[in-house]
């Protein structure tokens, strides 16, 4: 391996969050029976002609924007053919040689272009009677807008390459122009690699890996790949230029078909719309619903809430997890215990109840509730193990935390009468105790306030039970 160096670059398609598709109105809902969000438009009947979605548009530029790239004031539409089955036209309407935006960046990896395009539909081979006889085409993605982010071959590792599709899909997320549900086809990344000897300018022949659709997997193909091409050079074959799928189950990557260059898809402007012309009021509009993006506001959680470098990039994996934490902060004064509380109980809570983190809207603990759970502990009103209960209680019933604890009466013992009651009890239960403690076995006084803690229900004052047990055992 330390021979070789590995060349690779991302081509990723992400699905515009618009309720409608690129080109007609049908709805672009995921999980919706096979075609029946679809029209004469998206199905390429005869006739039928394209209507360009302003909010598709509006979403693109936000992104590229987003992805530190240069807008074009003026880019064009092109047909591109290719015959599949779920390509019902025959073609599909996206952007070749004047692209939407250029040169832009996912930290350190250049990004070299990036495009608006239609998708096409879904070819299904299983889960239908017969579906090891036929295909079945389901249309209701097809036309549904996408962007491709078309990266340079700037990444050299697998771990570089999901990092960088992390970071894209965090942007994204954070900008809200893509979801990034990689799982249902909204995020898609094919990569591009090649190897060559270490040290050597000229790139390897690459081979693309097709649609690939999560971060292990992204890992696993290139690194087959990568392992592949090694060997084939080693054993003196040539590497073919080809289009390669990954198959999950055998965990290798298989042929698909010779690779195609731009004129085996005889690209040309598409007729059927004009010019796509971008005014400064669009990417205007776009720069200013851009909010902080995920890095700036790690950065700004380090240094405002001093918090460490891990906590502030758990705290951001979402825009919604980061918005969360700053409102608790808010209502509790107190950055580093809320921080605590939801990487710990409500990040625990979400795994268990499958709360996606991207909408925290639904959580039964709200910023506020949880805000006021902290204060409570802070104010001594409540120990820190009777939060959690409060907590677990919170998430199951919605209430607010003084009226759990109040309707459970789980207040915090500090009435010093009522303390001495419970101190009187355990060394009277425990005389035996009391005299060796006396007699120099002081090791047992934890014992003591173990035992007054266990019968107040872990809710009498710690300093107050240990400023009773002191003057009890010395006899005062």
Excluded at 239 to 268: C, I
Aim: with cysteine.
């Amino acid at each position: 391996m330390t021979r070789y160096e590995a060349v690779i670059g991302l081509e990723c398609h992400a699905q515009l969050l618009t309720h409608s598709k690129l080109f007609c109105s049908c709805s672009t809902r995921f999980g919706d029976p096979p075609n029946m969000n679809t029209c004469p438009v998206c199905l390429g009947l005869p006739g039928a002609l394209p209507v360009l979605n302003r909010s598709a548009v509006a979403l693109a530029v936000k992104a590229a924007l987003g992805l530190n790239c240069k807008v074009n004031a003026l880019s064009q539409w092109a047909r591109k053919h290719y015959f599949y089955p779920d390509l019902p036209k025959g073609y599909q309407i996206t952007q070749y040689d004047r692209p939407l935006a250029v040169d832009g960046s996912i930290g350190k990896v250049r990004v070299e272009r990036i495009h608006i395009e239609e998708d096409a539909g879904r070819s299904l081979h299983e889960g239908f009677p017969d579906s090891d006889k036929y295909t079945f085409l389901d249309f209701n993605r097809s036309g549904v807008p996408l962007i491709e982010i078309v990266s340079c071959p700037d990444i050299r590792s697998s771990d570089e390459a999901v990092d960088c599709l992390a970071r894209l899909k965090e942007i994204l997320e954070y900008l809200d122009v893509c979801d990034g549900n990689m799982e249902e086809g909204s995020l898609r990344c094919d990569a591009n690699v090649s190897v060559r000897p270490a040290g050597e300018a000229k790139f390897g022949t690459r081979t693309e890996v097709k649609n690939i659709n999560s971060f292990r997997f992204v890992r696993k193909a290139i690194d087959f790949e990568v392992h592949r091409q090694i060997e084939a050079i080693e054993s003196g074959e040539r590497v073919v230029q080809e289009t390669r799928l990954w198959n999950s189950n055998t965990e290798r990557t298989v042929s698909m078909r010779g690779k195609e260059e731009a004129h085996d898809y005889r690209y040309f402007p598409e007729p059927d719309l004009p010019p796509l012309l971008i005014d400064d009021d669009t990417v205007k509009n776009a720069q200013r619903s851009i909010t902080e993006m995920p890095e700036a506001r790690r950065e700004r959680f380090v240094r405002d809430y001093a918090l460490s470098g891990y906590d502030a990039q758990v705290l951001t994996a979402t825009r919604a997890l980061s918005d969360f934490f700053e409102e608790t902060v808010r209502s509790s004064g107190q950055p580093k215990l809320a921080a605590n509380w939801i990487m710990g109980d409500l990040l625990r809570s979400c795994k268990d109840s499958g709360q996606d983190l991207k909408d925290l809207s639904r959580s039964a603990v709200s910023p506020a509730m949880l805000g006021e759970l902290i204060r409570l502990v802070e104010t001594g009103a409540i120990s820190g193990k009777t939060a959690k209960t409060v907590f677990d209680e919170m998430t199951r019933t919605g209430k607010p935390p003084a009226a759990i604890v109040e309707e459970k009466g789980l207040f915090r013992i500090s009435d010093p009468d009522e303390i001495e009651r419970l101190v009187d009890r355990v060394t009277a239960e425990n005389a035996k105790t009391v005299e060796q403690y006396r007699a120099g076995k002081t090791g047992a006084f934890g014992f003591f306030v173990g035992r007054v803690m266990e019968l107040s229900g872990g809710r009498a004052d710690p300093s107050k039970v240990d400023d009773a047990l002191r003057k009890k055992l010395a006899g005062r």
